[in-house]
């Protein structure tokens, strides 16, 4: 085949609407092992490594019905106000921690954590300290505050919130004018961290504060401005909590975005005072949910227990009603941390899911998080489709990089998404791969033969090896698969191309799946032993008329089931591409339908929302975020994310020239 062949086609058209039907024959639905199920919040939170607490009034500790809720259902607990500075230095040099204590202790014999709430904040804040004018003499107040009240708490509290709500409503992003701020200027809380981590190294140290959810709002941008700052110099902060005061319609849309964002900086992330108005079922879900999407966010903490021991009781927006009666929001809420009340109250055995993944999918995209970057003897308009593994601390990226005058492969490396635009392209015609036509990479470590493979397209199945993933000089030059294209490729292909290759293995065989941009998907088979040699018995997996399974297949094993996924991108009635998914108990065996219409796909740019804006109508080629980096290509359950290619949607021309960028989606609908 010609490499250049590949280049210069694909005109998207608009199709028909797809049928929803099994590709080959209905496997058999595999069920998910139990998961185990705790009763109460705090147990059941423990269970993914995080918290669950609550404000607390020392004023109430005498109530028992308020403390019977308060040990059975919360592991960590908040002074409402008993560690504000009103209550601690009311006058200058003179401690009271007497509330204080009477939570700290309570807490530690019950095996609560303790979060301190809170060292510097402009509210609640005698007006011995708020008359101050000279700055040498409030630093020397405010750093004395934090070292005695730490000093104090040293070995009970878990994390601080250092500084409270320093930043200004409103779209201005900067800080509110406080004495801190007026009198010392903005640097004031680093100071402030500084003197805390000197004072208590052990405690995490966490920026708090409220209306920073929304994440395009000016407020979170600004709170995320200084936590990207702090963190590039070193300036001690561990983690971010956002308050969560919600309205009746729960978190923003982009609630979980502005977790893994503030997450993506290297920080943790903890909702710390949550109360919702009207307190629905679905809002709380939601909210418990955006968590345990987010590996950082390490905890939740509700703003009290009873509707009436809110500062917002009018509002009723907590789980317990007055009398201490779970609402249904407590159900929703333990039930989106994995819980099961219903199946601990009648003693049923917790029920078992009937599939390891959802049978539809939601999404959350980030923006564009990797374009390319030209050099002199590069010119490219697009980066495409990325294979992705996470290995030693790292995501390693490679990626096709298109232009009109050809194809070829870049590799990057970076922590953290957040670093993704930055890293450094390595272009690998460089390298022993080579220029000339190399398109649409996978990667994956074979444990056997401890070496990392790059699969290809050349026109041929082509790949390299390379001991050392990060050494992107490391790789081999290319080898092919096959001698030539398989006969029931070439009975087959039409007017089409041979591309998007992708090699999985179980325990005896691996396969390596291939599209032909006419409808059909490949499948060959090699044993384990003879890989990368032997791939015969080439056969079609699966077929559907040409733009319903058109290209970049992509197979996987679900991790903790008998199920594997198949994904095939798919050309819409728009002409936008969108991916199909089926699932099937073998990798030689038929594909039943997952999501894989239209109107119910795996994902499209209908069921994907984009917090920070709509850059891409087309999801197309891309992999997901696996669990593991070696040859079972094995993904969580849940949780998935997806590296994806998109762009502009008013882009068009010269399907070579077009501006492919990549972005990751988020499931949002991860019900584990
Ligand atoms: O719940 C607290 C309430 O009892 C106090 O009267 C009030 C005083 O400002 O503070 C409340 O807690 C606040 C928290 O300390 C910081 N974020 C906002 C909370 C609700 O106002």
Redesign the pocket.
């Known amino acids: 085949m010609n490499p250049l062949k590949r280049l210069g086609r694909r005109r998207a058209s608009v199709l028909s609407l797809l049928a929803v039907a099994a590709l080959v024959t209905p496997g058999a639905a595999t069920a998910a092992p139990d998961a185990v199920r705790a009763s109460t919040l705090g147990a059941q939170a423990a269970q993914s490594g995080r918290y669950f607490g609550t ?1 607390v009034a020392a004023g109430r500790l005498g109530d028992g019905t308020y403390t019977g809720i308060l040990d059975r259902e919360f592991n960590s607990v908040t002074p ?2 008993e560690m ?1 500075w009103d209550t601690i230095e009311r006058s200058r040099g003179s401690f009271n921690f007497g509330p204080g204590d009477q939570i700290a202790n309570r807490a530690a014999s019950h095996g609560q954590r303790l979060r301190g ?2 060292l510097v904040w402009h ?2 804040l005698p007006s011995w300290v708020s008359s101050i004018r000279d700055a040498n003499t409030l630093r020397s107040v405010m750093n004395n505050h934090i070292t005695q009240v730490m000093n104090h708490y040293k070995g009970k509290v878990y994390a601080w919130d250092v500084v ?2 320093a930043f200004a409503d409103g779209g201005s992003g900067q800080m509110r004018s406080s004495v801190f701020r007026d009198v010392l200027g903005t640097g004031f809380i680093e100071q402030a961290f500084r003197t805390a981590r000197s004072a208590d190294p052990a405690a995490k140290l966490c920026y708090n504060d ?1 209306n920073i959810e929304n994440w395009s709002d000016a407020k979170t941008q600004g709170v995320y401005r200084m936590v990207r700052d702090f963190k590039a110099r070193g300036v001690p902060i561990d983690c971010v909590g956002l ?1 969560s ?1 919600f309205g009746a319609g729960g978190p923003p849309s982009s609630f979980q975005t502005t977790l893994s964002n503030f997450a993506a900086l290297g920080v943790d992330v903890q909702i710390t ?1 949550l109360d919702i108005a009207q307190a629905s079922t679905a809002a709380y879900a939601n909210t418990v949910r955006a968590c345990l999407n987010v590996a950082r966010c390490t905890g939740i903490t509700v ?1 009290g227990i009873r509707d009436s021991d809110s ?1 917002r009781s009018g509002e009723n927006p907590l789980l317990f009603d007055r009398s201490g009666n779970k609402k249904p929001a407590y159900q929703s809420t333990l039930t989106a941390l994995g819980g099961s009340a219903a199946a601990q109250r009648t003693g049923a055995p917790s029920p078992r899911s009937a599939t390891a993944l959802p049978s539809s999918f939601r999404w959350s995209s980030s923006g564009p998080l990797v374009a390319p970057k030209p050099d002199a003897t590069h010119r490219i308009a697009g980066i495409k489709d990325p294979s992705v593994v996470y290995y030693n601390g790292k995501y390693h990226v490679f990626a096709s990089t298109a232009s009109p005058s050809g194809y070829n492969l870049v590799y990057l490396s970076f922590s953290d998404w957040s670093q993704a635009g930055s890293a450094t392209h390595h272009y690998l015609d460089r390298t022993a791969i080579g220029a000339g036509y190399r398109a649409a990479p996978q990667v994956f470590y074979n444990t056997q033969q401890r070496l990392w493979y790059l699969v290809y397209q050349t026109g041929n199945a082509s790949y390299s090896t390379n001991p050392d993933i990060s050494n992107p000089n490391g790789w081999s030059a290319p080898r092919n698969f096959y001698s030539s294209m398989p006969d029931i490729i070439r009975q087959n292909i039409g007017n089409g191309y041979w591309v998007d290759m992708w090699v999985i293995c179980d325990s005896a065989n691996c396969y390596l799946f291939s599209s032909d941009d006419n409808g059909h998907l490949y499948r060959s088979q090699t044993t384990v032993g003879q890989f990368p040699n032997g791939f015969t018995n080439t056969v079609i997996a699966a077929q559907d008329s040409k733009y319903a399974l058109f290209e970049a297949s992509n197979v996987y094993k679900v991790q903790g089931s008998n199920q594997y996924l198949l994904l095939v991108e798919a050309i819409g009635s728009d002409g936008r591409r969108y991916f199909r998914s089926w699932t099937s108990s073998s990798l030689a065996g038929s594909w039943s339908p997952l999501a894989a219409s239209e109107s119910n796909p795996f994902a499209k740019s209908s069921n994907v929302t984009f917090p920070a804006g709509t850059w891409t109508r087309d999801i197309s080629h891309g992999e997901m975020i696996r669990a593991g980096y070696d040859q079972t290509l094995t993904i969580p359950a849940c949780k998935l994310q997806y590296l994806y290619q998109g762009k502009d949607p008013n882009a068009g021309g010269d399907y070579d020239n077009l501006p492919w960028r990549l972005g990751l989606l988020t499931q949002t609908n991860s019900t584990c």
């Open positions: 404000a409402e106000n504000k709430h809170t509210s609640q409270n709500e409220y308050q005061h005072e703003w500062w």
